[in-house]
């Protein structure tokens, strides 16, 4: 998609992966334009909240035709985006229906993670022991049971892709995300097997696919040049 075809697009994110990441590479997958603005301190988050711009309150923020809208929550936006991008049917709800499940189901995998991570956001008091022992099942239960049904999604997938779908679609980009660059990132106790997806070859298999897509590389060998 050409620039004058697009509407201008605008991310407001910090400078880490997060829930930033699926939306600049769906749209470096894409050809969408995105001014990929970075918070230079945390006090401009603040500010911007203050100002009202955020609905909820949280970022990522997707600014469209220079304010005509504010667009927030990662999901919605990265529908918005792969519709733009021919990314998302628009004809097809029960295709649709299982993009969206996926991107739910990462959201569900992914809530544990997240509670024990930011615990005091959530409101949870947990700390100490009582926290590290979320923190193992979390890393030695539940995320494997997740991966399992991820395994058996990608194993029932023609295609390699999540859904299914003939390209990558935004369940895709959220779950790649999630599983290369996250992950390994986070502090839970996983397993050295589990971060390298063995015993879970299609999942392996589609991390690769996902990283050897052209765009891709493009998009992280020219941020190496920034
Ligand atoms: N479900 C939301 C979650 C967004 C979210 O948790 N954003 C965090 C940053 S990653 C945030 O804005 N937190 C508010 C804060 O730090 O005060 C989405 O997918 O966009």
């Not at 509407?7 to 992966?17: A, D, S, T």
């Not at 050809?31 to 230079?40: I, K």
């Not at 589990?194 to 897509?213: E, H, M, N, R, T």
Request: some cysteine; proline content about 5%.
């Amino acid at each position: 998609m050409t620039s004058r075809q697009q509407p201008k697009l605008k991310l407001y994110y910090f400078n880490i992966v997060g829930k930033g990441e699926p939306i600049r590479l769906l749209c470096a997958y894409a050809g969408l334009e995105l001014e990929d603005y970075h918070f230079a301190s945390r006090q401009e988050f603040q500010d911007l909240k203050a100002n009202g711009k955020l609905a909820f309150g949280q970022v990522p923020l997707l600014e469209v035709d220079d304010g005509a809208h504010q667009l927030v929550q990662s999901t919605a936006i990265l529908r918005y985006l792969a519709k733009l991008g021919g990314l998302y049917p628009r004809d097809d709800d029960i295709l649709a229906a299982k993009i969206d499940a996926a991107l739910a189901q990462e959201a569900d995998a992914f809530t544990g993670p997240t509670v024990a991570t930011y615990t005091t956001r959530f409101g949870i008091c947990l700390e100490g022991d009582a926290l590290q022992q979320s923190k193992e099942l979390i890393a030695k239960e539940v995320i494997p049971r997740h991966l399992d049904a991820l395994e058996q999604l990608l194993n029932s997938s023609s295609t390699g892709w999540i859904a299914g779908t003939d390209q990558p679609s935004p369940a895709d980009f959220v779950w790649y995300v999630r599983l290369a660059l996250w992950l390994p990132e986070t502090q839970l106790p996983f397993q050295k097997e589990i971060l390298s997806f063995q015993g879970y070859p299609k999942i392996k298999a589609f991390v690769d696919k996902f990283a050897s897509l052209e765009a891709i590389k493009r998009y992280y060998a020219d941020k190496k040049k920034e």
